[in-house]
């Protein structure tokens, strides 16, 4: 059964900063990884897709990379912003299943 | 363009009691979605249709009924309300198993 780890599950850095999200997941026979954002009583917001031959996803500040053999995938927000505040949600899209296993997500709080 | 629209946005139910979440998108996806959220468990899948015509259970499926009216519609019901059943309800859409849309929520209270 697949389970989708996200660590630390909040994290707090002043404005500026350049960080990094972790994603980790036990079964490496994944069809597609998927970011999302959530605010707070919102829906969920598609960031990035990275298919399971690709590496990495670029989107502005945003770049996603996948390692299938070691389980991991890592968000990399570049220059932070108090709008990038929410909740980072991890997916995964296992082959042969029409479903995403979720991360219980990051906690982001960005202060000016 | 709505995206993934849900309808209502909030309710509250007694225990036993029935509704039913509607979800309709317009981006013309063959895949829909229900998914629950609950604090501390994430997003857990309680449905899936992978295209018209089609229903499928997903991790949850226990007290919950599905129906996939036509491509744009996808319903979730709940026949008889319990206070387990107090969540935030998703519906989400995809074409084939790409990038997944989400709605804005239904969030739920069976007292």
């Known amino acids: 059964k697949q389970e989708v780890t996200q660590i630390p599950a909040a994290l707090s850095v002043p404005e500026g900063e350049n960080l990094v999200l972790n994603c980790s997941f036990t079964d490496s026979a994944i069809y597609n990884l998927q970011w999302f954002r959530q605010d707070p009583g919102k829906g969920l917001t598609s960031l990035l897709l990275i298919q399971s031959s690709q590496r990495e996803q670029t989107s502005g500040r945003l770049n996603a990379s996948l390692d299938k053999s070691s389980g991991r995938s890592t968000l990399y927000i570049a220059a932070s912003q108090p709008g990038d505040s929410a909740t980072y949600l991890c997916?995964?899209?296992?082959?042969?299943?029409?479903?995403?296993?979720f991360g219980t997500g990051t906690r982001l709080l960005v202060s000016p | 363009n709505a995206g993934v629209t849900q309808t209502p946005k909030f309710q509250v139910l007694k225990t036993g009691q029935s509704m039913t979440l509607q979800c309709a998108q317009d981006m013309n996806h063959n895949s829909m979605y229900w998914y629950r959220q609950d604090p501390g468990m994430g997003l857990r899948l309680i449905y899936y249709s992978a295209s018209e015509g089609t229903t499928d259970k997903g991790e949850v499926p226990n007290g919950y009924n599905v129906s996939r009216l036509n491509k744009r519609e996808f319903s979730l019901r709940l026949e008889s309300a319990a206070p387990s059943q107090t969540s935030v309800y998703f519906c989400?859409?995809?074409?084939?198993?790409?990038?997944?849309?989400f709605g804005p929520g239904t969030r739920l209270t069976v007292l």
């Open positions: 997916a995964v899209g296992n082959t042969g299943f029409q479903k995403l296993v």
């Open positions: 989400a859409s995809s074409w084939e198993r790409n990038e997944q849309f």
